[in-house]
């Protein structure tokens, strides 16, 4: 384990998910569409920017530049976490995602879409959440690309946005 994640959407950091885990000790990669976040990221982050705990990255996320953009400034082969939260085609960008295996995915889903509902967001490599809840991929969706994936649902947050998937191989007898 060497504590190390990827985050995307992570607007101006003070609010997702990998946050606390930076605030501990953990290194990652967060990347940002909006250039006014990342320059609020890279002002009040500078400290764990310039020690090599943090890296960000000004770039609109899409179904075929993740791999590269993974590739290209991942800080390790090895990842603990990976947080997907673009509100949009994050269904389309994790299906796409084969370049690393993280130990554990969080990924927000629409909660509108409630089980059985298997919905998935037509993707549109321009979107941008205009604040509907026309965003995502139900619960059921994620569940079963994740399935083909090799990871298992373990948990959600009790307000219907956050899902949890564990590597399948990490489960043991859970």
């Known amino acids: 384990e060497e504590k190390t994640f990827i985050e995307f959407g992570v607007e101006n950091g003070l609010e997702n998910n990998s946050y606390k885990l930076l ?72 299906k796409n995602i084969d370049c690393i295996q993280p130990r554990v995915i969080v990924c927000e889903y629409n909660a509108k879409f409630v089980p059985p509902m298997d919905w998935v967001m037509t993707y549109n490599p321009q979107h941008t959440w205009p604040g509907t809840d026309y965003y995502g991929a139900s619960l ?27 590597r399948n191989d990490l489960l043991g007898e859970h």
């Open 140 to 166: 059921k969706a994620y569940e079963n690309l994740m399935r083909q994936k090799n990871y298992s649902l373990v948990g959600c947050t009790l307000t219907g946005v956050n899902s949890f998937f564990v």
């Open 23 to 94: 605030l501990e000790g953990w290194k990652g990669l967060w990347i940002e569409g909006s250039s006014g976040h990342c320059k609020s990221i890279r002002l009040k982050f500078s400290h764990l920017i310039q020690s090599g705990n943090l890296k960000i990255v000004n770039a609109f996320i899409n179904k075929d530049n993740i791999n590269s953009l993974i590739a290209e400034n991942a800080l390790s082969k090895h990842l603990d976490l990976l947080v997907v939260d673009i509100d949009g085609n994050d269904f389309h960008v994790l």
